[in-house]
């Protein structure tokens, strides 16, 4: 889609819209202050004293309230929770433009492991996180393996909450609330007109328009179109365009209709740079620096390959001392295919939002979201180069074995080869309703807030895969059903990849269904500002949750026993949630908080549903959090230090003593007390010391576990992809050059620990991401209508590991540079 097109869509937007206005979050105008309510009504007729519905407020310049964690427009050192603000000037000042660059900014969230290089795949302290614009569902989370790559072209903050808080946002992930705060109509007319450029033919044009229609109608539509070869030439393509449309009613009352559009074309590199397949355990644990050509011995029962001595020491040369650790580093090249696809997604979302002041004390806010989003694309999975492994007693067993054809070793190879293509169609409806009373008892003021919530999420699911020769099939009797025809890769340093289509390679349909899930939880919550410094929040809530599974048959060659549809099966699970937490202030600019809440939620919402007692229960959460917050430079610096323990309970894993051929009624086929446990310490600063210097810091320590089936070798293992270590720091100093403006010098660094990739299944117990730091800066120069910035990102051109994939690393960017001139009306 052009810019033209773009442009057109978007006036189209603004013609049919109806006029609506809110914020999802923070329905109530002005924050709580020690324990005076307060409720302000407007005493002029202008659209502005109209609007006591504000995103949140401000005191000087740093982000002092939220209503992520209470849905009130509370102040954070009163919030009994944690919750992170990045705003919009530090998005801005750091040039981002993605979610996966901005978790920089955010104590505890952190890319998962085994994410495939598909989406936002991000975590909140180990486990998953709920992705929301404004509250309202906004994509993937629980165990989705199909997602977006979310753009902030059209946010203007995102908060955090950590932990559940199925009470309040409905069916959603363990780990927490990433909300995106998505730009809003604005009465006062302004343009903005913004170009890109950078590395690798990078690219964009953004424009952002709002202003009033009439006395009580305003509008605001923002269109951008972005293009980059990218690095690695992992190239992007994106067109959106979001419109919206605010109406004031009176001074109790507004609605707002808004809508996005999105088609884009994301890269998908599954495997990165593999880690070469030497398991140290099998050569009395000597490490790929160590070993010799005599100590790869050959299976002594013969069951596994046989290999010469020439064939030995050629597999001793190839190795590496980090092999069996670490990635196996090939600069800027990859195991990507020219038959792997691009994520091509294609999202609408509609939604409807209304609010109303019944009273001066009693407040309503109502939302309706239609979110749509379609998929399609084709990734590489496999490609395993085993070099030597002893697995279940024999070493070196086909196809985990070196390659040899006609007697000619190929120590690089590529095993087990499979390629999937994949397309989804993802139909969500949400509904909330949240009804707010204040009032006061004595000298306690107080908050009480009953919601309603109602989801309903619609998947059309299908897969086909395709392997190489490792990979045969036999039908019941005996005979080969299917033989891989991809060719194998003989040098993963420079791959030779099969030639034409994905089709001509005789795919299997292997994965044929439609999952739905549908959820409904009311709930109570209640805030009160006891006195003394002290307020409170207690709330819980119920929810069920009801999935339901239609299979509609694969390949009878994949599978003969699924071949045919089966009827659709459903099951339903419920359950109590809760939240507690209590906040207390000495003084003014010190506040600590406890927070304990529980959480509940689908275990997968692609999960297969068997309709009998073999269905798994819902999976549950447990958050414990400890934490202090202090302001100072009059209110211009806030920073939070918070203890936690967070864990993803309830996790089902298999009795291994239960036949589902026999019948068993006297045993379980699964125990339901597994967990996914984090705890560890998070910090947070943000500060505009002066007119000069801004400041931005977070870190963290965490210890994220896997302690889901104690029957398993990967017990208590690290979670995949989890560092114990993030730190970030952004500097801004405006400079007094003598200009018409300061010239803004800004200075960065982010750490990340090493990330554990860990697999016995394949041999490489000890794998891992090494650390990393990257320097990034930013100058900007912004007068009158105009602001020119040059962003460079990794300075001193460090090589590294972005994200911890798979069996793997994903490399991160070299140097690069991005020029964005903005121009203002």
């Not at 810019?3 to 937007?13: D, E, K, N, Q, W």
């Not at 099969?498 to 549908?518: H, I, R």
Request: net charge negative.
């Amino acid at each position: 889609m052009t810019l033209l097109r773009l442009s057109l869509l978007a006036i189209a937007c603004q013609s049919v819209l109806f006029p609506v206005y809110a914020h999802a979050q923070t329905p109530i105008s002005q924050p709580k202050a020690g324990t005076q309510a307060s409720t302000h009504k407007a005493n002029t007729s202008s659209p502005a004293d109209y609007e006591r519905i504000t995103v949140y407020g401000r005191q000087n310049h740093v982000v002092m309230n939220s209503g992520l964690a209470t849905k009130s427009n509370m102040s954070l050192m009163e919030t009994p929770a944690a919750v992170v603000i990045v705003d919009e000037a530090l998005i801005d000042s750091q040039g981002i433009t993605n979610m996966q660059e901005l978790v920089r900014n955010i104590s505890g969230v952190t890319q998962a492991g085994n994410n495939y290089g598909i989406g936002d795949n991000l975590v909140v302290r180990g486990l998953g996180a709920n992705y929301t614009y404004d509250g309202m569902y906004g994509g993937a989370g629980l165990g989705n393996t199909f997602n977006p790559t979310r753009s902030l072209t059209n946010v203007s903050s995102v908060e955090v909450l950590k932990g559940p808080a199925t009470g309040l946002y409905g069916m959603g992930s363990a780990g927490g609330v990433i909300n995106l705060i998505e730009k809003k109509p604005a009465f006062d007319s302004k343009q903005l007109f913004e170009a890109e450029v950078g590395q690798w033919d990078t690219y964009s044009l953004m424009a952002d328009s709002t202003g009033a229609i009439t006395d009580h109608m305003a509008y605001r539509v923002v269109a951008k179109s972005a293009r980059s070869d990218g690095y690695r030439d992992l190239g992007t393509d994106r067109d959106e365009v979001y419109g919206s449309l605010k109406f004031v009613l009176d001074d109790n009352q507004n609605l707002m209709l808004s809508a996005a559009y999105i088609n884009d074309a994301i890269p998908v590199d599954s495997i990165g740079h593999p880690i070469r397949i030497y398991n140290a355990a099998s050569v009395d644990g000597k490490t790929a620096a160590d070993v010799s050509w005599q100590d790869l011995v050959n299976d002594p029962t013969s069951k596994g390959l046989q290999l010469s001595d020439e064939q030995r020491q050629q597999l001793a040369d190839s190795l590496s001392a980090s092999d069996g650790q670490t990635p196996y580093e090939f600069g800027p090249n990859g195991l990507i295919s020219p038959m792997a696809k691009d994520n091509q997604g294609e999202e609408l979302r509609f939604k409807l939002t209304h609010n109303i002041y019944l009273t001066d004390n009693l407040f309503l806010i109502q939302q309706l979201q239609y979110r749509n989003y379609e998929t399609a694309f084709a990734r590489q999975t496999g490609a395993y180069n085993y070099v030597y492994w002893q697995r279940n007693g024999v070493i070196n067993q086909n196809p985990r074995a070196p390659l040899v054809e006609n007697d000619v070793l190929y120590p690089y190879a590529a095993r087990r080869q499979e390629y999937r293509k994949v397309s989804a169609d993802e139909k969500s409806w949400q509904y909330f309703a949240d009804l707010r009373y204040d009032f006061d008892i004595g000298n306690i003021s107080n908050e009480l807030l009953v919601n309603v919530n109602v989801e309903d999420r619609d998947i059309r699911f299908k897969q086909y895969s395709i392997y190489d020769a490792d990979y045969t099939l036999k039908d019941p009797n005996g005979n080969q059903s299917y033989q891989g025809s991809l060719p194998f890769i003989y040098d993963i340093r420079n791959p030779n990849w099969g030639e034409g289509e994905f089709e001509d390679y005789d795919p299997l349909l292997t994965s044929n269904y439609n999952k739905s899930v549908t959820a409904w939880g009311l709930g109570v919550q209640h805030v009160g500002y006891l006195g003394g410094g002290f307020t409170s929040r207690i709330g819980v809530a119920f929810n069920e949750i009801k999935q339901s599974y239609e299979h509609l048959g694969v390949d009878a060659r994949y599978s003969s026993s699924l071949a045919d549809p089966q009827p659709e099966a459903d099951t339903t699970d419920n359950g109590v949630t809760y939240n507690l937490g209590l906040t207390f202030m000495p003084t003014d600019d010190i506040s600590i908080f406890v927070n304990h809440s529980k959480g509940r939620t689908a275990y997968s919402v692609l999960g297969d549903v068997k309709g009998n007692e073999a269905d798994r229960e819902d999976s549950q959460s447990i958050s414990n959090d400890l934490g202090i917050r202090a302001k100072a430079f009059d209110d211009q610096l806030l920073a939070s230090l918070v203890l936690f323990k967070t864990s993803r309970t309830n996790l089902a894993y298999t009795n291994p003593n239960y036949d589902s051929s026999a019948v068993t009624p006297d045993i379980d086929p699964y125990f339901y007390d597994g967990s996914e446990d984090t705890k560890g310490v998070e910090l947070d600063l943000n500060a505009y010391l002066s007119d000069q210097w801004k400041v931005n810091l977070n870190a963290v320590y965490q210890d994220a576990r896997d302690n889901q089936n104690p029957n398993s070798s990967d017990y208590g293992q690290r979670q995949k992809g989890v560092p114990y270590v993030t730190a970030g720091a952004w500097v801004t100093y405006a400079a007094e050059l003598g200009l018409s403006a300061p010239l803004s010098l800004s200075l960065g660094a982010k750490y990340v620990d090493e990330r554990s990739t860990h697999s016995s299944s394949f041999g490489i117990p000890d794998g891992y991401v090494p650390s990393y730091t990257v320097i990034d800066s930013a100058i900007s120069y912004d007068v009158e209508r105009y602001k020119v910035q040059l962003n460079i990102n990794n300075i001193f051109n460090e090589t590294y590991y972005d994200k911890a994939m798979f069996l793997g690393g994903l490399p991160g960017e070299a140097r690069n540079a991005k020029l964005t001139v903005t121009y203002r009306i």
